[in-house]
């Protein structure tokens, strides 16, 4: 069973740093793309930042670029996204996802029936 689950949100003080982990279980994250979305409440998902397969290519929304950095580490099966200079618009509900065909930016740009895990929760409040 294809599973992703995330994890390294909490609580921070806005300016704070953040950690988020994805680990993937039941297929290898080798052959994906894999990206970083957020939805805050009473808005819509979002991507927030995207990694393919390569490694070679990135993409991060304008909200976050020079803030955020999305990387991975295939042998742990693992994508991280390390989050700095925290704003309080960043407090949402984080979740990754992994596609196998979509460019970075189209995965983070188009909206896409994806299969969602719990995600982690991120707050950003003084």
């Known amino acids: 069973q294809v599973q992703f689950v995330e994890s390294g949100g909490g609580l921070v003080q806005p300016g704070g740093s953040l950690r988020l982990s994805c680990a993937a279980s039941?297929?290898?994250?080798?052959?994906?793309?894999i990206g970083w979305f957020r939805q805050a409440p009473g808005k819509e998902r979002e991507g927030v930042s995207c990694i393919s397969s390569s490694d070679i290519y990135t993409y991060y929304a304008d909200s976050v670029k020079g803030r955020f950095t999305i990387s991975r580490d295939n042998a742990k099966n693992t994508v991280y996204l390390q989050m700095n200079s925290l704003k309080p618009e960043d407090t949402a509900v984080y979740y990754c996802?992994?596609?196998?065909?979509?460019?970075?930016?189209?995965?983070?740009?188009?909206?896409?029936?994806?299969?969602w895990g719990q995600g982690t929760q991120v707050t950003v409040s003084s």
């Open positions: 039941g297929f290898t994250l080798d052959y994906y793309a």
């Open positions: 996802a992994a596609d196998p065909y979509l460019t970075v930016q189209a995965m983070c740009v188009i909206r896409t029936e994806r299969n």
